[in-house]
Antibody, heavy 122, light 107 residues
Framework: QLQLQESGPGLVMSSETLSLTCTVSGVSISGDNFFWGWIRQPPGRGLEWIGSTYQKGDVKYNPSLRRRVTISVDTSKNQLSLKLFSVTAADTAVYYC??????????????WGQGVLVTVSS | DIQMTQFPSTLSASVGDRVTITCRASETINGWLAWYQQKPGKAPKLLIEKVSTLDSGVPSRFSGSGSETEFTLTISSLQPEDSAIYFCQQYKHYSSLTFGGGTKVEI
């Protein structure tokens, strides 16, 4: 059974780097059929897609965050990682990892982790 | 980016009511639309992909329809467990996924 579990510091200082890990169990992250991505949700607000990566190196980012974000995959650990640089209070959010079917009909998010709240403090 | 607008932002209804939520895209999205349900403190859950295809295990009282730029999520007979926030998401632009602002359904 597929499970995604986010982990990382719940508090990050302003101007520093937010680093999160998503551990995937129940399926290999190196398979051909899925992207693996990150979505965030500021408290009480809507969802914002951050970006997704495909194990063969294809990575796509939200244009509004592209300059500050890196998403990568560690296939040996079956993990997905997120780095968001130069954070501000506006980056305070619940961060989710999720699976996205690849291919012509993909693009929706069919499995999600439980999310982790990251607060940016000055 | 394709902008997704949902309305209403909140709706109140009674058990057994038929409920409709609308999602409008800023340009045609060729049916690449999904709906999610999010309960308090939980991750969103996929309900529908490709406008009208229910994900596995989703009750048949949920349905989706629409085309081009306007889409609807309908709950045919509202149940207490349907109290949640519902989001639409477009995936026409594979490299830029965007969500609607959400509709809170209160019972």
């Amino acid at each position: 059974q597929l499970q995604l579990q986010e982990s990382g510091p719940g508090l990050v200082m302003s101007s520093e780097t937010l680093s999160l890990t998503c551990t995937v169990s129940g399926v290999s992250i190196s398979g051909d059929n899925f992207f693996w991505g990150w979505i965030r949700q500021p408290p009480g607000r809507g969802l914002e897609w951050i970006g997704s990566t495909y194990q063969k190196g294809d990575v796509k980012y939200n244009p509004s965050l592209r300059r500050r974000v890196t998403i990568s995959v560690d296939t040996s650990k079956n993990q997905l990682s997120l780095k968001l640089f130069s954070v501000t209070a506006a980056d305070t959010a619940v961060y989710y990892c999720a699976r996205e079917p690849a291919g012509d009909s993909g693009g929706f998010l069919d499995s999600w982790g439980q999310g982790v709240l990251v607060t940016v403090s000055s | 980016d394709i902008q997704m607008t949902q309305f209403p932002s909140t709706l109140s209804a009674s058990v057994g009511d038929r409920v409709t939520i609308t999602c409008r895209a800023s340009e045609t999205i060729n049916g690449w639309l999904a709906w999610y349900q999010q309960k308090p403190g939980k991750a969103p859950k996929l309900l529908i992909e490709k406008v009208s295809t229910l994900d596995s295990g989703v009750p048949s009282r949920f349905s989706g329809s629409g085309s081009e730029t306007e889409f609807t999520l309908t709950i045919s007979s509202l149940q207490p467990e349907d109290s949640a926030i519902y989001f639409c998401q477009q995936y026409k632009h594979y490299s830029s996924l965007t969500f609607g602002g959400g509709t809170k359904v209160e019972i």
